[in-house]
Nanobody
């Protein structure tokens, strides 16, 4: 069973920042595209950002210029730096590791943006 361990969620005011972390087994991290998805109540899970093993990145339009995804190969960890947070960013955020037909998920971490 592949385990992706997330941390860093919480409650933040609009305009604030949070950083999410996701640690993966080395055998996964070194070969898989890593990503962050989110799911708000009553909505489908959506891609927020992803980063390949060569550090090419992709972002949802709604988070471009506010969120930054990065990976630390020495720590086998992917990060999501979230700035200028808005109430509509409120969701459960899931870490994802994907390669071809293989797809693994973390347990999710709640991010709530509210005053």
């Amino acid at each position: 069973q592949v385990q992706l361990v997330e941390s860093g969620g919480g409650l933040v005011q609009p305009g604030g920042s949070l950083r999410l972390s996701c640690a993966a087994p080395r055998t996964i991290f070194s070969r898989y595209t890593m990503g962050w998805y989110r799911q708000a109540p009553g909505k489908q899970r959506e891609l927020v950002a992803s980063i390949t093993t060569s550090s090419s990145t992709n972002y949802a339009d709604s988070v471009k210029d506010r969120f930054t995804i990065s990976r630390d190969n020495a720590r086998n960890t992917v990060y999501l730096q979230m700035n200028s947070l808005k109430p509509e960013d409120t969701a459960v955020y899931y870490c994802n590791a994907r390669m071809l037909a293989f797809n693994y998920w973390g347990q999710g971490t709640q991010v709530t943006v509210s005053s």
